[in-house]
C-alpha cells in the first residue's frame, strides 16, 4: 500500500493541478454521460420509433378489428346510444329552465309536441317557449341552452319589440331535443 501511494503521489506531481482538474472533469462527464445522457438518448429513440409506428397506422386506411364493427348496423348503434332515454325529458327541460332563471328571464307557457320517428328510433320533442328579456339576456339564454343541453337543435327565434325605445323583447325560441 505503501509503494501505491509513492507511485500515486509521483504521478500527481508530474500532472500538476491542471492534469488533476482534467482527470476529475472527464470522470465527471462520464459519469454525467452514462447516468443522465446516454438512457434519455434511449428515451428519445424509443420515442421517435413510437412516433413513426403511429405516423405509419395513421397513414394506412382505418379498420376495423372486429368486422361488424364496420357495418352501418353497428355504427347505427353507436349513433343512437349517444342519445339519452325519452324518459330523462323532463330532466332536460329543468337545464333550460334553469338556464333561463340564471338570466332572469320570464318565462310564459310553453307548448309542447312529441313526435315519434317512424323510421328511426328517435323521439323528437318540440319546444316553443315564449319569452320576455332584454336582447342579451336572451342571447346568453341561447348560448346557455346550445353548450349544457347538447341532444338540443335551435329551430327558429323570432324577436318582437313593442316600441324602439322599449329595451324588453319579446321573443318566441323553438327548440327540439332528440331522445332516444
Known amino acids: 500500500m505503501n509503494r501505491f501511494t509513492s507511485t500515486l503521489q509521483q504521478w500527481l506531481a508530474r500532472i500538476g493541478l491542471m492534469g488533476v482538474t482534467g482527470i ?3 470522470v465527471f462527464s462520464l459519469a454525467v454521460y452514462f447516468s443522465a445522457i446516454a438512457p434519455a438518448q434511449t428515451k428519445i429513440a424509443a420515442l421517435q420509433q413510437e412516433a413513426r409506428t403511429r405516423l405509419e397506422q395513421a397513414r394506412k386506411p382505418a379498420r376495423s378489428t372486429a368486422a361488424d364493427q364496420d357495418s352501418p348496423v353497428a355504427q347505427l348503434a353507436v349513433f343512437y346510444r349517444y342519445f339519452p332515454d325519452h324518459h330523462s325529458a323532463p330532466d332536460w327541460l329543468e337545464r333550460i329552465y334553469a338556464a ?4 332572469n328571464l320570464q318565462l310564459e307557457q310553453g307548448e309542447y309536441h312529441t313526435i315519434r320517428g317512424n323510421s328511426g328510433k328517435l323521439t323528437r320533442l318540440q319546444v316553443t317557449l315564449p319569452l320576455k328579456g332584454s336582447y342579451l339576456q336572451i342571447r346568453k339564454f ?4 346550445l353548450s349544457e343541453v347538447s341532444i338540443a ?3 327558429s327565434v323570432k324577436f ?21
Open 24 to 26: 476529475a472533469l472527464l
Open 100 to 103: 333561463a332563471r340564471e338570466q
Open 142 to 145: 341561447l348560448a346557455a341552452i
Open 153 to 155: 337543435s335551435l329551430d
Open 160 to 180: 318582437e319589440r313593442q316600441k324602439i325605445g322599449e329595451s324588453t323583447i319579446d321573443a318566441r325560441i323553438k327548440l327540439t331535443l332528440y331522445l332516444e
